[in-house]
């Protein structure tokens, strides 16, 4: 069973900065591919961010060149920098890690953290 815990979440002005962070429990970063996803009010949850086992990384296209994802090893946490916020930025920001094996995949989520961007 992997936990994850996220927090950074907050209230930033357009333009702002934050950077969130997604403790996991135990070194599983080599195992698994680990994402932030956002879900706004009314909206499907989707993917902002990727970062796999191999430290290849993707990003949605809204957030390319603005969002940064990170992992540290030696601190089991995955990092999201997020830099030029804006309002359509707004929403819960989900940590999630997936590890794909024969016959299926282990998927887990974080709790949440609400992430509004506004004057």
């Known amino acids: 069973q992997v936990q994850l815990v996220e927090s950074g979440g907050g209230l930033v002005q357009p333009g702002g900065s934050l950077r969130l962070s997604c403790a996991a429990s135990?070194?599983?970063?080599?195992?698994?591919?680990m994402g932030w996803y956002r879900q706004a009010p009314g909206k499907q949850r989707e993917l902002v961010a990727l970062?796999?086992?191999?430290?290849?990384?993707n990003y949605a296209d809204s957030v390319k060149g603005r969002f940064t994802i990170s992992g540290d090893n030696a601190k089991n946490t995955v990092y999201l920098q997020m830099t030029s916020l804006k309002p359509e930025d707004t929403a819960v920001y989900y940590c999630?890690?997936?590890?794909?094996?024969?016959?299926?995949?282990?998927?887990?989520w974080g709790q949440g953290t609400q992430v509004t961007v506004s004057q």
């Open positions: 970062i796999t086992s191999g430290r290849s990384t």
């Open positions: 135990g070194s599983i970063f080599s195992r698994y591919d």
């Open positions: 999630s890690a997936k590890r794909v094996v024969l016959g299926g995949s282990y998927d887990y």
